[in-house]
């Protein structure tokens, strides 16, 4: 497996959920990882992205809610997704951190359901 998500599920708005995504080391070792997240009917979008050093950055609609992270030693990241809105629907993706369209592969996804 390159690229696996898991953690989805339904919560309702106001609620929290957790993510994970296990990686190949090849896509992992040395690389930004991010997290993106298509909504039905939606483009693809990034909305966290974290650098080899544990620097981070948010997407202004997931700022302040949403936190990612990563474990070097088990090529794995996170996203700690907080006070959920019925917005933030979607599949979440993860992936390393590149331009949208450069991307060819994008492994298993996670279904994100959030309830009003």
């Known amino acids: 497996v390159q690229l696996q998500a898991s953690g989805g599920g339904l919560v309702q708005a106001g609620g929290s959920l957790g993510l994970s995504c296990a990686a190949s080391?090849?896509?992992?070792?040395?690389?930004?990882m991010a997290w993106y997240r298509q909504a039905p009917g939606m483009q693809r979008e990034k909305v966290a992205t974290?650098?080899?050093?544990?620097?981070?950055r948010y997407s202004d609609s997931v700022k302040g809610r949403f936190i990612i992270s990563r474990d070097n030693t088990r090529n794995t990241i996170a996203l700690e997704m907080n006070s959920l809105k019925p917005e933030d629907t979607a599949i979440y993706y993860c992936n390393s951190d590149r331009d949208l369209g450069s991307i060819i592969y994008w492994g298993q996804g996670t279904q994100v359901t959030v309830s009003s």
């Open positions: 080391r090849t896509i992992f070792s040395g690389n930004a």
């Open positions: 974290i650098t080899t050093r544990y620097s981070t």
